[in-house]
C-alpha cells in the first residue's frame, strides 16, 4: 500500500493566521482525502482533491477556509485560513489503497489554535 | 444520509478476556465496510474490508464479520498491546468513507 508521508506533524499557531499541511505519497493516486478529527472525535470529511480539477467539499466546509492544491498525482496542500481555536484538530490525508487495501492515511498534522 | 454508530463507547477488558465490538450502519449502497486501528497521535491503521453480508476476515486475535446492517470485530484472548480506538467506516459512492465514534479499548495486564 502507499506510504504518505505528512507535514508538520503538529503546530501552535496564533488565531487569524494560516497554516498549509503538506501531503506527499510515495506513488501516484488519483484521489487524495482531506479529514479532520476533533479532539476526543472521529474522522469527517473535509473535501476530496482530484490532480487538474477543484476539490470537492463536504457539507459544512468551504473552499475560503480549507483551500486546497493538487499539482500533481503524488502531492497536495490543505490550508486552514484565518484560524480560530474551532480550528483546533488533527488534519488528516488519505489516498486510496490498491488492491482493495483499503484507505492509506498519513500520520496526521496536530493543530493547536491559540 | 449515511451513518455509522459504534457500541461500546469504550471497552475495560482484562488481558485473555475476549469481547465484540459492534458497528451499526445505514448507508445507500455499500461499497465496502472498514475497520481502522487508530493509536494515539497516529492516523488510523487499516485493519480489514468487508463487501458483502457473511464475509468474514481474521488477522492474528482480530476476527471481522458483516450483516446487511451491522458489522463486529471481535477480540479473541486480548493483550495489553491489543489497546486502541478501533474505528468502523462504510464507503457509498463517491469514495467517501463516513466513519463512526470508534471504540477505545484498554487490556489490562
Known amino acids: 500500500s502507499a506510504v504518505i508521508s505528512q507535514k508538520p506533524s503538529r503546530d501552535i499557531c496564533q488565531r487569524g493566521t494560516s497554516l498549509t499541511i503538506q501531503c506527499q505519497v510515495d506513488s501516484q493516486v488519483t484521489m487524495m482525502f482531506w479529514y479532520r478529527q476533533q479532539p476526543g472525535q472521529s474522522l469527517t470529511l473535509i473535501a476530496t482533491?482530484?490532480?487538474?480539477?477543484?476539490?470537492?467539499?463536504e457539507s459544512g466546509f468551504v473552499i475560503d477556509k480549507f483551500p486546497i492544491s493538487r499539482p500533481n498525482l503524488t502531492f497536495s496542500t490543505l490550508t486552514v485560513s484565518n484560524m480560530s481555536p474551532e480550528d483546533s484538530s488533527i488534519y488528516l490525508c488519505?489516498?486510496?489503497?490498491?488492491?482493495?487495501?483499503?484507505?492509506?492515511f498519513g500520520s496526521g498534522t496536530r493543530l493547536t489554535v491559540v | 444520509e449515511d451513518q455509522v454508530t459504534q457500541s461500546p463507547e469504550a471497552l475495560r477488558l482484562q488481558e485473555g478476556e475476549s469481547s465484540s465490538l459492534n458497528c451499526s450502519y445505514t448507508?445507500?449502497?455499500?461499497?465496502?465496510l472498514f475497520w481502522y486501528r487508530q493509536d494515539p497521535g497516529k492516523g488510523p491503521e487499516f485493519l480489514f474490508t468487508?463487501?458483502?453480508a457473511g464475509e468474514e476476515k481474521e488477522k492474528e486475535r482480530l476476527k471481522a464479520t458483516l450483516t446487511k446492517k451491522e458489522s463486529f470485530l471481535h477480540i479473541t484472548a486480548p493483550k495489553p498491546e491489543d489497546s486502541a480506538t478501533y474505528l468502523c467506516?462504510?464507503?457509498?459512492?463517491?469514495?467517501?468513507?463516513?466513519f463512526g465514534g470508534g471504540t477505545r479499548v484498554l487490556v489490562k495486564p
Open positions: 468487508l463487501y458483502s
Open positions: 488519505s489516498v486510496e489503497g490498491s488492491g482493495f487495501l483499503g484507505y492509506t
Open positions: 448507508v445507500s449502497g455499500l461499497r465496502g
Open positions: 482533491a482530484n490532480q487538474g480539477s477543484e476539490a470537492t467539499y
Open positions: 467506516a462504510v464507503e457509498a459512492a463517491g469514495n467517501k468513507l463516513t
